[in-house]
């Protein structure tokens, strides 16, 4: 089965730096690697996700990540945060599986953005 | 108009008593999820539904119990809540068509039981 390891519980950030969140995976087969952001008082909403092809992958409000297959890695990564930014990111992954997939998420990072 | 919707956004019970959550959609999606989110552990899957007649256990349905209505709707019922079960329940759905199973989400209800 796979897994995903979110090694960063909290990341404070100032505001305009740049910040990386990390996310490993586990999975003996290849996979689908997607980063869902959590606004406070709302759902999960979609930032990027990777299937195949190009390994960086660029997102809504500035995120891009990057699938790393030999780390088994899809850290995200801005390169100037806002306050806007403050938000929980979850990294997930799903196995290819003929339309049974299910999605594994990550316990989350939450971002605090310093002004 | 939201494309996922939860009701209700926030509820406050009583060890005991029974409680329904419900979730409709107008996505038009076949797949529907009920997760539950708590501090430090991301979002567990209780209970997912691939269509109209399919039901299957997730992580954690141990406490839970679901009805799918229709394509749209989706319930959620706690038969005799616990303090445990003090949670963020988030309600999703997703197109078998597109591969990956990516999953679109409802705004969430805050469950809090005393």
């Known amino acids: 089965a796979q897994s995903v390891t979110q090694l960063d519980s909290q990341v404070p950030v100032f505001e305009e730096a740049p910040v990386e969140l990390r996310c490993n995976y586990s999975?003996?087969?290849?996979?689908?690697l997607f980063w869902y952001v959590q606004y406070p008082n709302q759902g999960l909403q979609l930032l990027l996700k990777?299937?195949?092809?190009?390994?960086l992958v660029k997102g809504i409000n500035g995120f891009e990540a990057e699938f790393n297959k030999s780390q088994t890695s899809f850290h995200l990564r801005k390169p100037s945060v806002h306050i806007s930014d403050t938000a929980e990111y979850f990294c997930?992954?799903?196995?290819?599986?003929?339309?049974?997939?299910?999605?594994?998420f990550g316990t989350g990072t939450r971002l605090t953005i310093i002004p | 108009d939201a494309d996922v919707t939860q009701t209700p956004r926030n509820r406050i019970t009583k060890t005991g008593k029974r409680i329904m959550l419900e979730c409709s959609q107008t996505?038009?999606?076949?797949?529907m999820y009920w997760y539950r989110q708590d501090p430090g552990l991301g979002l567990q899957l209780i209970y997912y539904?691939?269509?109209?007649?399919?039901?299957n256990k997730g992580e954690i349905s141990d406490g839970y119990s679901v009805s799918r209505q229709a394509q749209a709707k989706f319930s959620l019922s706690l038969e005799s809540a616990i303090p445990n079960q003090t949670a963020l329940y988030f309600c999703?759905?997703?197109?078998?068509?597109?591969?990956?199973?990516?999953?679109?989400f409802g705004p969430g209800t805050r469950l809090t039981v005393l």
């Open positions: 999703a759905t997703s197109d078998p068509n597109i591969r990956s199973n990516e999953q679109f």
């Open positions: 999975s003996s087969v290849s996979v689908y």
């Open positions: 990777y299937l195949s092809g190009s390994t």
């Open positions: 997930a992954v799903s196995v290819p599986n003929f339309g049974n997939e299910k999605l594994t």
């Open positions: 996505k038009g999606h076949d797949r």
């Open positions: 539904s691939f269509d109209v007649k399919d039901i």
